[in-house]
């Protein structure tokens, strides 16, 4: 059984910054590509930041310049750092990874989501 769990989610102010973590864990034999999605209250869900088992990156536009995904292969975490955060980026904040079991197949898994609301 696979697992992600998310954490750093919270209430923070315009301008302010948030950390997420995602750590993957259970019966696993390689985590492929990896992505942080959102989906805003009422609205569909969206990816945000992407990031292959390489370090390749791509960005929604809405988040480039202020948001920067990670991974640390070793312990088979995914991190999403968030600066300069806006109103428009409150929204539950999903992980999502590609993940080879001991079987050598490979499933789409997500977390179960944490909370980031941006207000004053």
């Known amino acids: 059984q696979v697992q992600l769990v998310e954490s750093g989610g919270g209430l923070v102010q315009p301008g302010g910054s948030l950390r997420l973590s995602c750590a993957v864990s259970?019966?696993?034999?390689?985590?492929?590509?990896m992505g942080w999605y959102r989906q805003p209250p009422g609205k569909q869900r969206e990816l945000v930041a992407h990031i292959t088992s390489g370090g390749t990156t791509n960005y929604a536009d809405s988040v480039k310049g202020r948001f920067t995904i990670s991974r640390d292969n070793a312990k088979n975490s995914l991190y999403l750092q968030m600066d300069s955060l806006k109103p428009g980026d409150t929204a539950v904040y999903y992980c999502h990874a590609e993940i080879t079991t001991p079987g050598l197949t490979t499933y789409g898994y997500w977390g179960q989501g944490t909370q980031v609301t941006v207000s004053s």
């Open positions: 259970g019966s696993i034999f390689g985590v492929n590509a």
